[in-house]
Nanobody, 124 residues
């Protein structure tokens, strides 16, 4: 069983910044990341990091504004969000890769589980 403890969500004005944190426990991870779900919209990939390569990946909508980082030894991941926009409003969930997938498992497909999420609301 894997548990994810997410924190850092909140209310922020457009153009502001926010940092999300997640700690996974119970299982070691090969990578971690974030997905988000806005009301009336499908869940979408946001960002990921692969521990053994250090490579990162971002969705086009957040590229250049969000930065993912973490500590593999602590199974901890962060999402540094800058220049937030109203369209970023969503429930952000920590996602984990607990099974080692081939390299062609990318972005959303690589995640095995995700947490309950933390609400991020961006006001105009």
């Amino acid at each position: 069983q894997v548990q994810m403890e997410e924190s850092g969500g909140g209310l922020v004005q457009a153009g502001g910044s926010l940092t999300l944190s997640c700690v996974a426990s119970g299982r070691s991870t090969y990578g971690m990341g974030w997905v988000r779900e806005a009301p009336g919209k499908a869940r979408e990939f946001v960002a990921s990091i692969t521990w053994y390569s250090g490579s990162t990946s971002y969705s086009n909508s957040v590229k250049g504004r969000f930065t993912i980082s973490g500590d593999s030894a602590q199974n901890t991941v962060y999402l540094h969000m800058n220049d937030l926009k109203p369209e970023d409003t969503a429930v952000y969930s920590c996602a984990v890769e607990v099974y080692k997938h081939p390299g062609y498992y990318t972005d959303f497909d690589r995640f095995d589980y995700w947490g309950q999420g933390t609400q991020v609301t961006v006001n105009t």
